[in-house]
């Protein structure tokens, strides 16, 4: 085999897993040569990656009109295997439109997207629940064998960020990427600012780094030299930012696997979706922590219950 096309237009964490997959590939096989499908929002996380050769723009809210001209050129295009790693109807559909011998797809495909694969890739042994970087790893096996994936995730991104400095000459154990955001209400946990005064006044030398998409103003009154506002920053700086070396506290959320990928602690807030499913990994990491809201409710999960988790997970 000496080229692939991976399609994973989506989500961000997702991405961060099968860039962990396709690295160690690479590094099994140097030779094959990488195509990757994924949309514009996402692009510039898989073009950081040294061994994706191409980046394919899937335009998604460009409309039916542009789909069908991905499709057309992907018709084109010859390739050695697909890989189907999101298993939706529309990622189906590229499949079937792209030329090639091998079309692998998930176990678990919806939508009807198992119809255009010639080839699935096996479940993870055992009874479940399987963590999501465990069934995209399987599709490393189509290439000559499983691969062992490795830490830290490599990308050439952008180092000249002028809060460099604030890292630069802090203590990573005690400096705190605190990212704000999710993909819903529901999976936010509502105490961020709470935790971060918490963090600044009681763990001697701290630091702390927020992060979100939404510029915001902090809630209450922060050292100037010890708290950085990063709120509103770009995907390239947020990229950047969760791979400083640091303790990083956030929702699940795609930031939060980028920072486990990159070998950082990570402290991962739960409510209703499953740590063993979607954790930072690998969940036995001693750098890893998953705190889950009782009764899957984050408003009832306390600053007092993260701090002290916190504080255990710095400590190792």
């Given at each position: 085999?000496?080229?692939?096309?991976?399609?994973?237009?989506?989500?961000?964490?997702?991405?961060?897993?099968?860039?962990?997959?396709?690295?160690?590939?690479?590094?099994?096989?140097?030779?094959?040569?990488?195509?990757?499908?994924?949309?514009?929002?996402?692009?510039?996380?898989?073009?950081?990656?040294?061994?994706?050769?191409?980046?394919?723009?899937?335009?998604?809210?460009a409309g039916w009109g542009s789909f069908v001209r991905l499709l057309r050129e992907l018709r084109r295009r010859q390739f050695d295997a697909v890989w189907d790693m999101q298993g939706l109807l529309?990622?189906?559909?590229?499949?079937?439109?792209?030329?090639?011998?091998?079309k692998w797809g998930r176990p678990d495909a919806r939508e009807g997207a198992g119809l255009f694969y010639n080839r699935r890739v096996e479940?993870?042994?055992?009874?479940?629940?399987?963590?999501?970087?465990?069934?995209?790893?399987?599709?490393?096996?189509?290439?000559?064998g499983p691969v062992q994936v490795e830490w830290p995730l490599v990308l050439r991104v952008r180092d000249d960020w002028p809060w460099k400095e604030f890292f630069a000459s802090a203590e990573p154990a005690r400096t705190y990427v605190v990212f704000?955001?999710?993909?819903?209400?529901?999976?936010?946990?509502?105490?961020?600012?709470?935790?971060?005064?918490?963090?600044?006044?009681e763990v001697p030398r701290s630091r702390v780094a927020w992060c979100a998409g939404a510029a915001a103003e902090p809630s209450f009154?922060?050292?100037?030299?010890?708290?950085l506002n990063?709120?509103?920053?770009?995907?390239?700086?947020?990229?950047?930012?969760?791979?400083?070396?640091?303790?990083?506290?956030?929702?699940?959320?795609?930031?939060?696997?980028?920072?486990?990928?990159?070998?950082n602690r990570v402290l991962a807030i739960f409510g209703p979706t499953?740590?063993?499913?979607?954790?930072?990994?690998?969940?036995?990491?001693?750098?890893?922590?998953?705190?889950?809201?009782p009764g899957g409710r984050l408003a009832d999960l306390a600053p007092d219950a993260l701090l002290a988790a916190?504080?255990?997970l710095s400590g190792r």
């Open positions: 085999m000496k080229s692939l096309l991976v399609i994973k237009p989506s989500s961000l964490g997702d991405i961060v897993h099968g860039l962990q997959v396709l690295q160690a590939v690479a590094r099994a096989r140097p030779e094959l040569r990488i195509s990757w499908i994924v949309r514009e929002r996402f692009a510039g996380l898989v073009a950081a990656a040294p061994f994706v050769q191409e980046t394919i723009i899937f335009r998604r809210r529309r990622t189906g559909l590229m499949t079937a439109a792209a030329r090639a011998p091998e479940m993870p042994g055992g009874a479940g629940p399987h963590h999501a970087m465990e069934i995209l790893a399987a599709f490393a096996a189509t290439v000559g704000t955001d999710s993909r819903g209400p529901e999976k936010t946990w509502p105490h961020f600012q709470a935790l971060m005064q918490r963090i600044l006044h009154a922060a050292p100037a030299d010890r708290f990063l709120t509103g920053c770009p995907l390239d700086e947020m990229i950047a930012l969760v791979r400083q070396p640091s303790v990083f506290v956030g929702n699940d959320t795609g930031p939060m696997h980028l920072a486990a990928a990159s070998g499953s740590p063993e499913r979607f954790g930072p990994y690998p969940p036995e990491s001693p750098r890893h922590r998953a705190v889950t809201a916190l504080q255990e």
